[in-house]
């Protein structure tokens, strides 16, 4: 899949995703003003899968259907496990309120991968082991890969909507709702070598996400002309930066792209601006943390990600947008849609198990659903996002500038 550049249409776009021509679904049912937190333990409702399907099985006659969800709740990307809440919760009280699916109530199970590989693999095997869910909905790239193993060995189908890296593609029961590192990148580094920047020096995570970010980076700004001149890394849970930044000051780059989560993207930012350098920073998704975080250290601050249309005309992803920010009195952005996109997904596989004869608490069903119709509706900019082949998604990405302590969208990359 390629990318194109296209100059944004309307100065208000924010991160968003526009998908297919399909024919948009209805808006959302309303919901009452204040969502309930999803439970954190296994549902009481709800048992292993039964190994046979009927049409008796298949009606949930008001029992409650328990899904997992694998987020950041401890940690410096708390905040954006918070966020990805926020979406969950909207969903899954818009969908409860207009009388479940098919019988059904939707209960999450919450847990918590602290944004590490350990952390994946522990949530998943609880969502496996004693759970016994057959859908769950998990973020960054690093838990991702971890809990895929367990996924494929139990039969449960995993739904990305955070995770980038690369290997994370054409794995058995996992699909991405999210731009992928080999596409989310190259834009970014044309963009920056289209300002000028001939030099750039890296500055990563080391895990899966910076790992497949840098590396997906670096050949596009070099094929563009541009030279790498310094490629540092620190660990997740790094707080002081000083030793990398004094050796990618000395390289004197005119460009830092810089791959972090969550606080510590604020962090980075106000000790670059502290030593006193001034290069133009860029980097894929950033999140308000950067803002609430670094403050004036994080105006100009480039990033890339999903582009979020709020001029939509679509009626689910109209009513999505304009509910959330009358809530919470902000915007939505992308992290806060692919939840809610990953649960009314899940209410579309249910039904169509459902009418399919099949058990939905199956994840056998829950594949074939998606298999039949794998697409779902575009909530962040309206129409229909659909699966690649890959099993990742080809969505509309914004590439976006802080301006006075705010995202404002500078160009707008279509999927070709």
């Known amino acids: 899949m390629r990318y194109r550049w296209a100059i944004a249409a309307a100065a208000g776009l924010l991160l968003s995703a526009c998908g297919g021509t399909a024919a948009p679904s209805a808006a959302p049912t309303s919901a009452p003003a204040s969502a309930a937190k999803p439970a954190a333990s296994a549902a009481a409702g709800t048992s292993a899968k039964p190994a046979a399907s009927s049409a008796a099985q298949a009606s949930g006659g008001g029992k409650a259907y328990s899904f997992g969800v694998m987020v950041p709740l401890t940690g410096p990307a708390a905040n954006i496990g918070e966020e990805f809440r926020r979406g969950l919760d909207m969903a899954i009280e818009e969908i409860n309120s207009a009388g479940g699916v098919d019988g059904w109530t939707l209960e999450a199970n919450v847990q918590d991968h602290k944004a590490t590989a350990q952390g994946g693999t522990e949530a998943m095997n609880q969502l496996a082991n004693i759970a016994k869910v057959p859908y769950v909905i998990s973020s960054f790239s690093g838990p991702t890969l971890a809990a895929q193993p ?83 890394t620190f660990p997740l849970t790094a ?110 596989l249910i039904d169509g198990a459902v009418k399919a004869g099949a058990d939905p608490r199956s994840g056998d069903a829950l594949l074939k659903a998606l298999q039949a119709k794998p697409e779902f509706h575009n909530y962040l900019a309206g129409g229909t996002v659909k699966f690649a082949a890959d099993q990742s998604v080809d969505r509309t990405m914004a590439i976006r500038q802080v301006q006075n302590g705010k995202f404002e969208v500078a160009k707008l990359v279509q999927p070709q």
């Open 150 to 232: 367990v996924a494929a060995q139990n039969k449960m189908l995993l739904i990305n909507i955070g995770g980038t890296d690369s290997s994370l593609l054409n794995k058995p029961w996992l699909y991405s709702d999210q731009i992928m590192a080999p596409h989310l990148m190259p834009p970014l580094a044309d963009y920056a070598y289209a300002q000028g920047k001939r030099k750039a020096a890296m500055l990563s995570s080391n895990d899966p996400y910076g790992d497949g970010s840098r590396k997906a980076f670096a050949p596009a700004f070099q094929k563009d002309g541009g030279q790498i001149v310094a490629d540092e």
């Open 239 to 348: 707080t002081d930066f000083s030793a990398q930044l004094t050796k990618i000051k000395a390289a004197n780059p005119d460009v830092l792209m810089v791959v972090a989560v969550g606080q510590t993207q604020g962090q980075l930012v106000k000790q670059v601006r502290a030593l006193g350098m001034q290069q133009l920073m860029i980097g894929p998704l950033a999140t308000a943390d950067l803002i609430q975080l670094g403050g004036d250290a994080a105006n100009g601050f480039i990033d890339s990600g999903i582009a979020v249309d709020p001029n939509t005309t679509d009626p689910g992803a109209k009513a999505f947008l304009a509910k959330y920010k009358a809530k919470y009195n902000v915007d939505a952005e992308w992290n806060i849609g692919t939840p809610y996109e990953a649960t009314y997904l899940l209410r579309d």
